[in-house]
Every structure is written in C-alpha cells, then in structure tokens.
C-alpha cells in the first residue's frame, strides 16, 4: 500500500516534468527498488566531447552508439535530485516550465525484414572473406503510438518487470527521449571497486525450460571475443590486478546470455576510468571486432542512425562513482509514438533467420510490457 503510494509520487513527479518541458533521468539500478529521478531545471543542457571533462559534477550522462554532431554526449544536472518526495516538492516543481518548439518530431520508420535479410547477406559476404571476426546489426523492431502521457506509468511497468536491469528513463524536451531496461553494464565504479561485464550470446527463455544451457559454439566464440577485448582494455590500462568471474548464464527478460563479470581493485583516478570507458565503448557486444572495421561496416549497410541504441547512459557523481549501462532492449520516444532498437552479433557461422528471430525475442523485452500495459 505504502509501495503503491510511492510509485503514484513518482508518476506524478515524472508526468509533471513531461508537462512542463522539464530535463530529467530516472532510472532504477539493477536488484535495487529505489527509482532515483534527477531533474534540470532549465534547458541548458550541456553536450561533452571528452567524459574526463565531467570531473567533480554529479547527475547522469548519456552518449551515443557513435558520437555525432545531431547526436552528441550529453550530461544532465541534477538541480532536483528525488529519492522520495512530498507534496510541497511536486508544487516545487510546477515553478518550473519550459516552453520548446513543440514541431512534430517524425517517427523512426520500421525496417523491412528484406532489408535485414539484405543487410546480414552483406555482413556475411565480409565475415566470410575473413575481413572481420564478429560484427553487430541492428534494426528498428516497430513504430507504435503511445500517447505522451501514459509513459510515466510505463517506466514504472519496466522497473516492475525488470528487477535484475538498469531501467532508464531520459527526457530532453526538443531533444530526444529514451526508455529501455538494459541487461548490460560497461562500467561502474564504487567504493574502491571497478567492474564491467563481458555480455553476449544469446538463447530465447521457454517456460518450464531450465535456465542451464548447453551454449553452440557460435554463441560461445562471440562472448569470448568481448572478454578477450576487456582484457585487452585491462592489459593497455595497466590493470593487472582483476577477477573474472565466468562465463555463466544469466537470464535478461525473455532471453538469456553468457555473461563473465571483471572486478578490479586498481586505483583509478577518473582520467584513468575516463580512458578505460573510452577504450571500452562500443565494446564488441554492439559494435564488432576489429572495432573500427565493423563500424565502418555498420555504417555502411545499416540505413539508419543507430542514435543513443549502443550508446551509454547512467549516472555519475562528483566523488568519481558511477554506474554507467549499455543502452540496450530500448525505445526511442517521438511525440506520440516509440520506436524499438534491436541487434545481434553476427559471426562468419551465423544461421540469417535464427538472427532475424534472436531480434525477435530480445524485442519481447519490451514490448510484452508494452502490450500488456496497452491492453489495461
Ligand atoms: C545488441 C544487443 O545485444 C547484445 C548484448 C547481448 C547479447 C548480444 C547477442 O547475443 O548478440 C548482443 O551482443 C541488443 O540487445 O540489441
């Protein structure tokens, strides 16, 4: 009851900010309850080149699959930071307003599945002729209508439904806006820890079935690839000292992946962690391997702009912490509509149409809350 309560506070807070055009995160950490909202109150969002820069500020950052001018890293100031609140907080908060130029933003169009089938012909052809080891393709699952104000209440769905993700929630009024409920971090450091995970391989969840899978080798070749390049990132950051604890299966929503986590100790000042984040997105989960040969690949065969699918997000604090995820299993939020982003890893022994289903299935992540929540 007292739950219910707080999670009525939070949708009004959120619904609040909506409306008034507010900047804001809101996100809720993986195996935790606790939402935490930040909210800038004007919208003078401040875009970074270099993560190193952000030293001594704390909020949350967001950063695209492949920085460019109309998709730069942003860095959202928590002028209100939320845990709990009361009443006299929302009427705060109505104080503040906004006013953008509301021009329609268009939807992303959906992709064809020819055009997938295509595009994966194409990544095989340079996989094959041993030009690459592993490469990620993505596409656009759908474009849906979701009326603006019912997406406070499904963030709160997707925290609900994914106790074990980092669940996300951005808004930059005029800007873009992103939801998503990611299995995958790239990099977090608290107390004196560091960690990141190497996350990949990927196998649907049926009901009844044991969680404990046998892995193909296909799928155990392309999460090798991504430890293999964390160590790299390790050795050329002299971090020698680590553990590394996998691979092991772990479930994300309907699917499960293998997963090895890589803890250190490493005294790290934030330049260092800066570099190493730098070095470690986009990691060949979501990107490929050699790295800046799958990303000319992608660039050249996928027809659309990745945007912040890929990217990262997550908040950092004036200490030096932070807990930053891929933003993965996401949506990109329109006036009106969303729109899915969904990949896979491809290798030279890929099966074309157990991709396009694996696609499939990650999709599901959101959209059976999705649906569920359209349906009430
Ligand atoms: C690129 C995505 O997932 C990555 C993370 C885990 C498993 C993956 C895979 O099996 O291909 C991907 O590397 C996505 O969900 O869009």
Known sequence: MKEDFALKKIEAV??????????????????????????????????????????????????????????????????????????DEIERLNQYKNTIDEKEQKPIAAQKEDDYFTQIAAFLDELKAGKLEKVILSRIQLEKEISDVKRAALFLQLCQHYPQAFVSFVSLPGVCSWMGASPELLFKS??????????????????????????????????????????????????????KIGPYTVQAGQVVHLKTDFKTQADLSFKDKSKII???????????????????????????????????????????ECALYVNLRTMKLSKNHLSLFVGGGITADSIPQKEWEETQHKAQTLLSVINKFDAN
């Not at 800038?40 to 967001?62: H, I, N």
């Not at 044991?210 to 950051?237: C, H, M, T």
Request: aromatic residues 14%.
């Open 278 to 320: 730098s070095a470690l997105h986009p990691t060949p989960a979501v990107c490929g391997l050699p790295k800046i040969k799958a990303l000319d690949l992608i660039k050249r065969v996928e027809t659309h702009d990745r945007e912040y699918y890929a990217g990262f997000w997550g908040p950092i604090h004036a200490n030096g």
């Open 14 to 87: 959120l619904t609040t900010c909506l409306a008034n055009h507010l900047a804001f995160y809101a996100y809720k950490r993986p195996n935790t309850q606790q939402i935490e909202i930040g909210i800038q109150k004007d919208l003078d969002l401040l875009k970074y080149t270099d993560f190193a820069d952000l030293e001594g500020l704390s909020g949350f950052v967001m950063a695209p699959f492949d920085s460019n001018q109309q998709h730069p890293s942003w860095f959202i100031r928590d002028d209100f930071n939320f845990s709990s609140f009361n009443d």
């Open 190 to 243: 608290q107390n004196s820890f560091s960690e990141t995970v190497a996350l990949a391989g990927t196998m649907p969840v049926y009901q009844g079935c044991s969680l404990e899978r046998e892995w193909g080798s296909k799928e155990i070749e392309e999460q090798a690839f991504v430890s293999d390049y964390i160590e790299r990132v390790f050795k050329d950051n002299a971090i020698c000292a680590y553990e």
